[in-house]
């Protein structure tokens, strides 16, 4: 296959490090098309039911805007001039309202603010106001926009200080929103200057924390953090009246009740912790009155630093603290009943409290669980949805629980009269049920799960052995209770097949499946299947109405508004394809099995034209480690034809444009069954995976066997150094924002919880960096100088490429100004795809199918940084 003379022309310039040591570089055009590309829209849909709100996205920042001036405190990243975060993710240039209850096919209005960063879109409970939080240099503000009027005002006179994220709530009866305000800078405390050591002592308390970045690290650290993130929480009504909310403070979290006459607010007390972020910072819940006066402080929680090891481990006191939504002013918490401590034995791990306006008595206990709960759900008929975790055997369960049957007696007999929905393992797909539906109370009070004679409604993609089918059912809830003893069996879900209704049931084990009803379920909705539909609302349930979207192999996803009963639709949004440089480029699910029998799978991109005939051409292979206790479901696949290829600038399928067959999500399972941990064998499991997804890939004719580049971003970066250390299955390796020396991550990692000091000959054996000197093949190290993510320091990737430098190998370092772990400026992706794209072709299609493995070799050894 001839070299295209622009790929000449970049090979010239990656030789020579000072033609790019100070500019960034663009990659081909099919390239430049996928970062310049339109981001998928996001929506909101109004309570009432008539009004689709569709967002569009900001394209991808400069770097000029990840340039400006940042705070890094607390795990926090701040604008001190605007009091707001310095990274915004979820951006939006123009909003268009959707009239959902007339048959017009262009939006009645479009609202574009050119001199804001718009975020935080939310239609009021009444539906009559879209609000949205409008960022400017200087500040961030509130405003509503009127559907009736088509009008914009800004709600709030003094800047909202939004340090701590940008929220706030709706009363729920849409008379106004409570938010944070800005302090006057005269009331704030000051920021000192001081000059001396800093010094950190331990008292023997453990506080087993994993690494991270941009900690508070001296007083003066401290002193700016009360200052930024000082606040008062505040009631604006629509009026323009203000109600404070106490004194100022630092607000990390506020609620209203269902009934708009209570606040619970969390606020982080000092000392403030070096050792976690300020999610972890000691707080207390405090009770207000919307008069603002304080009724009570709930709880006084201690640091997060000092929370116990282990998979399932919670700081001591009440969390997952929250109104119950079918109530007007009831409280509902989790407390721990193991102390927080997942390690040690006990019958019962959690407990659901609740405690009711004026909140001066002691608070009811609900239901103990065996599991730590993760999450509640209120629904219709004062049922609750309660979900379980067992982390350590990636598990997880979901029962009702009927609030209005629980007595002190049954708990005194040590039974939680939960009615058990599903068990599954965590990752288990087939078995997933999908999302609850949900509606707004008609008195506005909040949204609760739907029932109707005794069945709840649920959506999902339905993943399968076939394929996707996305769904929207009724099932019947469970008759029986369940014991908690009972559910303490930890064996991996099972499913079976109901014959008459092919409905899947899950059983948590054999012991068990005789005591539980089978679940019934109809199907209301089902995906048509030449195309992938999926429900995003649902409108109503008799007659049927749903908002879906809908994809195919050549359609990007639109938003449709189906009538099921009349077999009716209309298009709401559709957005057409619009890179054709990938026009024709073939994909399709390849399934192949391990050495050990473990069936594997992974999509390949061909490109456009390709037939066997052609040979084989050199392939880039991307992948993701991923931990299981079940193989069975490790074999899993998520995957539908009809799905259309939306190309990412982050992922690999941009190079099949270039000539590159790709080979993505290649699956990468580490599996410990039993008592085993997954990565006992991590290293041999890997090198497995690779050969299998190899050896297919040769025998289908589509790859040759000397060219093959393996490639991945965090832990998919640390598989690819380790793959390249431990096996010659590859020839070049591309690895973006790793972590390479465990020993730098001592408290755990990933899924490992186990401590360096209790495996440290773990530690060193799945470190690449302890084995650096068999990196014999050529890599591409990426990083973003600005990482915040746990453990993957910009400092991993310098020591790697240092190591390889020193020992003779063949690397290459690029790092990137002002980015974190995934890379957002615009010149930032060019360049990454750039240097990736010369890597690819460096190594895969100029060089001579015999791999070269001689260290003496004359290495690149260019370190690239952008300033």
Same mark, same amino acid.
């Given at each position: 296959?001839p070299?295209?003379?622009?790929?000449?022309?970049?090979?010239i310039?990656?030789?020579?490090a000072s033609s790019?040591?100070?500019q960034?570089?663009?990659?081909?055009?099919?390239?430049q098309?996928?970062?310049?590309?339109?981001k998928?829209?996001?929506?909101?849909?109004?309570?009432n039911?008539?009004?689709?709100?569709?967002?569009?996205?900001?394209?991808?920042?400069?770097i000029?805007n990840?340039a400006?001036?940042?705070?890094k405190?607390?795990?926090?990243r701040?604008s001190?001039?605007?009091?707001?975060?310095?990274r915004?993710?979820?951006?939006y240039?123009?909003?268009?309202?959707?009239?959902?209850?007339n048959?017009?096919?262009?939006?009645?209005?479009?609202?574009?603010q050119?001199d804001?960063?718009?975020?935080?879109v939310?239609?009021s409970?009444?539906?009559?106001?879209?609000?949205?939080?409008?960022?400017?240099?200087?500040?961030?503000?509130?405003?509503l926009?009127?559907?009736?009027?088509r009008q914009?005002?800004?709600?709030?006179?003094?800047r909202?200080?939004?340090?701590?994220?940008?929220k706030y709530?709706w009363?729920?009866?849409?008379?106004?929103?409570?938010t944070?305000i800005?302090?006057?800078s005269?009331?704030?405390p000051?920021?000192p200057?001081?000059?001396?050591?800093?010094i950190?002592?331990?008292?023997?308390?453990k506080?087993p924390?994993?690494?991270?970045?941009d900690?508070?690290?001296?007083?003066?650290d401290e002193?700016?953090f009360?200052?930024?993130?000082?606040?008062?929480?505040?009631?604006?009504?629509l009026d323009?009246?203000?109600i404070?909310i106490?004194?100022?403070?630092?607000?990390i979290g506020?609620?209203l009740s269902?009934d708009?006459?209570?606040l619970?607010?969390k606020?982080?007390?000092?000392p403030?912790?070096h050792?976690?972020?300020?999610?972890?910072?000691?707080q207390?819940?405090?009770m207000?009155?919307?008069?603002?006066?304080?009724?009570?402080?709930?709880?006084?929680l201690?640091?997060?630093?000092?929370r116990?090891?282990?998979?399932?481990?919670?700081r001591?006191g009440p969390r997952?603290i929250?109104?119950?939504?079918d109530?007007?002013n009831?409280l509902?918490y989790?407390?721990?009943?193991?102390g927080g401590?997942?390690?040690?034995?006990?019958?019962?791990?959690?407990q659901?409290?609740?405690?009711?306006?004026?909140?001066?008595?002691?608070?009811?206990?609900?239901?103990?669980?065996?599991?730590?709960?993760?999450?509640?759900?209120w629904g219709?008929?004062?049922?609750?949805?309660i979900?379980?975790?067992?982390?350590?055997?990636k598990?997880?369960r979901?029962?009702?629980l009927?609030?209005?049957?629980v007595s002190?007696?049954?708990?005194a007999?040590?039974s939680?009269?939960m009615?058990?929905?599903?068990?599954?393992a965590?990752?288990?797909?087939?078995?997933?049920p999908?999302?609850l539906?949900k509606?707004?109370?008609p008195?506005?009070?909040?949204?609760?799960?739907?029932?109707?004679?005794?069945r709840?409604?649920?959506?999902?993609?339905?993943a399968?052995?076939?394929g996707?089918q996305?769904?929207?059912?009724?099932t019947?809830i469970p008759?029986?209770?369940v014991?908690?003893?009972?559910?303490?069996e930890?064996?991996?879900s099972?499913?079976?097949?109901?014959q008459?209704?092919?409905?899947?049931?899950?059983?948590?084990?054999t012991?068990l499946?005789t005591?539980?009803?089978t679940t019934?379920?109809t199907t209301?909705?089902?995906s048509?299947?030449?195309?992938?539909?999926?429900?995003?609302?649902?409108?109503?349930?008799?007659?049927?109405?749903l908002?879906?979207?809908?994809?195919?192999?050549?359609t990007?996803?639109?938003l449709v508004?189906?009538?099921?009963q009349?077999?009716?639709?209309?298009v709401?949004?559709?957005?057409?394809?619009?890179?054709?440089?990938f026009?024709?480029?073939?994909?399709?699910?390849?399934?192949?099995?391990?050495?050990?029998g473990?069936?594997?799978?992974?999509?390949?991109y061909?490109?456009?034209?390709?037939?066997?005939k052609?040979?084989?051409?050199?392939?880039l292979?991307?992948?993701?480690p991923?931990?299981?206790?079940?193989?069975?479901?490790?074999?899993?696949?998520?995957?539908?034809?009809?799905?259309?290829n939306?190309?990412?600038?982050?992922g690999?399928?941009p190079f099949?444009?270039?000539?590159?067959?790709?080979?993505?999500?290649?699956?990468?399972?580490?599996v410990?069954? *039993?008592k085993?941990?997954? =990565?006992?064998n991590f290293?041999s499991?890997l090198? /497995?995976?690779?050969?299998? +997804? #190899?050896?297919? !890939?040769?025998?289908?004719g589509?790859a040759?066997?000397?060219?093959?580049a393996i490639?991945?971003?965090?832990?998919?970066?640390?598989m690819?150094?380790?793959?390249?250390?431990?096996s010659?299955?590859?020839?070049?390796?591309?690895?973006?924002?790793g972590?390479?020396?465990?020993?730098?991550?001592?408290?755990?990692?990933?899924n490992e919880?186990?401590?360096f000091?209790e495996?440290?000959?773990?530690y060193?054996?799945?470190?690449?960096?302890?084995?650096?000197?068999?990196?014999?093949?050529p890599?591409?190290?990426?990083? *973003?100088e600005?990482d915040? =993510?746990?453990?993957?320091?910009?400092?991993?990737? /310098?020591?790697?490429?240092? +190591? #390889?430098?020193? !020992?003779?190998g063949?690397a290459?370092?690029?790092?990137?100004p002002?980015?974190?772990h995934?890379y957002?400026?615009?010149?930032?992706?060019?360049h990454?795809?750039?240097e990736?794209?010369n890597?690819?072709?460096?190594?895969?299609?100029i060089?001579?199918?015999?791999?070269?493995?001689?260290?003496?070799?004359?290495?690149?050894?260019?370190?690239?940084?952008?300033?």
């Amino acid at each position: 296959m001839p070299v295209h003379p622009i790929f000449m022309f970049a090979l010239i310039a990656f030789f020579s490090a000072s033609s790019i040591a100070a500019q960034y570089q663009r990659p081909s055009q099919p390239l430049q098309d996928i970062v310049e590309q339109n981001k998928k829209v996001s929506t909101r849909l109004s309570n009432n039911k008539q009004w689709l709100a569709i967002l569009t996205p900001e394209s991808h920042t400069d770097i000029e805007n990840l340039a400006r001036k940042e705070l890094k405190l607390a795990g926090l990243r701040l604008s001190p001039n605007r009091l707001t975060p310095s990274r915004i993710k979820a951006k939006y240039r123009s909003i268009e309202l959707v009239n959902l209850n007339n048959n017009s096919v262009k939006p009645d209005t479009i609202i574009t603010q050119a001199d804001l960063t718009v975020t935080k879109v939310k239609f009021s409970p009444d539906s009559r106001f879209l609000s949205y939080i409008g960022i400017s240099n200087h500040s961030a503000d509130l405003y509503l926009y009127e559907i009736a009027t088509r009008q914009s005002v800004k709600l709030n006179k003094t800047r909202i200080n939004a340090s701590l994220g940008l929220k706030y709530q709706w009363l729920h009866n849409s008379q106004g929103l409570a938010t944070s305000i800005a302090v006057d800078s005269e009331h704030l405390p000051q920021t000192p200057q001081f000059h001396g050591p800093n010094i950190s002592v331990t008292l023997g308390k453990k506080a087993p924390r994993r690494t991270y970045q941009d900690l508070l690290k001296n007083a003066q650290d401290e002193a700016q953090f009360s200052q930024l993130t000082t606040s008062q929480l505040s009631i604006i009504m629509l009026d323009g009246e203000v109600i404070k909310i106490g004194k100022p403070a630092i607000n990390i979290g506020f609620s209203l009740s269902p009934d708009d006459k209570y606040l619970l607010v969390k606020r982080i007390k000092p000392p403030f912790s070096h050792m976690v972020k300020y999610r972890d910072f000691a707080q207390s819940v405090e009770m207000f009155h919307n008069s603002g006066k304080k009724l009570a402080t709930l709880a006084e929680l201690e640091s997060g630093e000092f929370r116990p090891s282990g998979s399932d481990s919670v700081r001591k006191g009440p969390r997952l603290i929250h109104w119950r939504s079918d109530k007007p002013n009831t409280l509902a918490y989790v407390e721990a009943l193991d102390g927080g401590d997942s390690n040690k034995k006990v019958q019962f791990r959690d407990q659901l409290r609740q405690i009711t306006a004026p909140f001066n008595l002691a608070p009811k206990a609900l239901v103990k669980t065996p599991w730590r709960i993760a999450n509640v759900q209120w629904g219709e008929n004062r049922l609750a949805l309660i979900t379980e975790r067992h982390s350590t055997n990636k598990q997880m369960r979901v029962s009702f629980l009927d609030t209005a049957a629980v007595s002190d007696k049954l708990l005194a007999n040590k039974s939680t009269a939960m009615r058990l929905w599903y068990q599954k393992a965590l990752r288990d797909s087939y078995s997933d049920p999908g999302r609850l539906y949900k509606h707004p109370r008609p008195s506005g009070l909040g949204h609760l799960f739907a029932l109707d004679n005794g069945r709840v409604f649920h959506y999902g993609l339905g993943a399968s052995p076939e394929g996707y089918q996305p769904f929207l059912k009724s099932t019947k809830i469970p008759s029986e209770t369940v014991s908690a003893g009972t559910l303490l069996e930890e064996k991996p879900s099972q499913v079976t097949v109901s014959q008459a209704t092919s409905t899947r049931v899950t059983t948590p084990s054999t012991e068990l499946s005789t005591e539980l009803s089978t679940t019934h379920s109809t199907t209301l909705w089902r995906s048509a299947s030449d195309q992938l539909e999926s429900v995003r609302y649902i409108l109503n349930l008799d007659p049927l109405r749903l908002i879906i979207n809908r994809q195919s192999s050549d359609t990007p996803s639109h938003l449709v508004l189906l009538d099921v009963q009349s077999n009716t639709e209309r298009v709401l949004q559709q957005k057409k394809a619009s890179i054709t440089a990938f026009k024709g480029v073939s994909r399709q699910l390849v399934t192949y099995t391990r050495d050990d029998g473990l069936p594997l799978s992974g999509k390949l991109y061909l490109p456009a034209g390709y037939t066997p005939k052609d040979g084989p051409l050199p392939v880039l292979m991307w992948a993701y480690p991923r931990e299981y206790k079940n193989a069975e479901v490790a074999s899993q696949v998520n995957y539908s034809p009809n799905q259309y290829n939306y190309i990412s600038a982050k992922g690999p399928i941009p190079f099949v444009a270039n000539g590159f067959a790709i080979f993505d999500r290649v699956a990468m399972p580490i599996v410990g069954e *039993g008592k085993e941990k997954p =990565n006992d064998n991590f290293r041999s499991q890997l090198i /497995a995976n690779a050969k299998a +997804a #190899i050896d297919t !890939l040769v025998e289908m004719g589509v790859a040759d066997r000397d060219k093959i580049a393996i490639g991945g971003h965090s832990y998919g970066a640390f598989m690819v150094a380790n793959l390249l250390a431990h096996s010659d299955l590859f020839a070049a390796g591309i690895a973006r924002s790793g972590a390479y020396n465990r020993t730098l991550t001592p408290f755990g990692f990933q899924n490992e919880k186990r401590n360096f000091w209790e495996a440290p000959s773990l530690y060193q054996q799945i470190s690449p960096f302890t084995h650096a000197d068999k990196i014999d093949e050529p890599l591409l190290l990426m990083h *973003g100088e600005m990482d915040a =993510n746990s453990g993957t320091y910009p400092m991993q990737s /310098a020591r790697l490429f240092k +190591a #390889i430098r020193g !020992l003779g190998g063949n690397a290459r370092l690029v790092t990137f100004p002002f980015e974190s772990h995934s890379y957002q400026a615009k010149e930032s992706l060019m360049h990454m795809l750039w240097e990736q794209e010369n890597w690819l072709e460096q190594h895969l299609r100029i060089k001579s199918k015999t791999k070269t493995k001689n260290k003496d070799e004359t290495a690149l050894e260019t370190s690239v940084s952008f300033h």
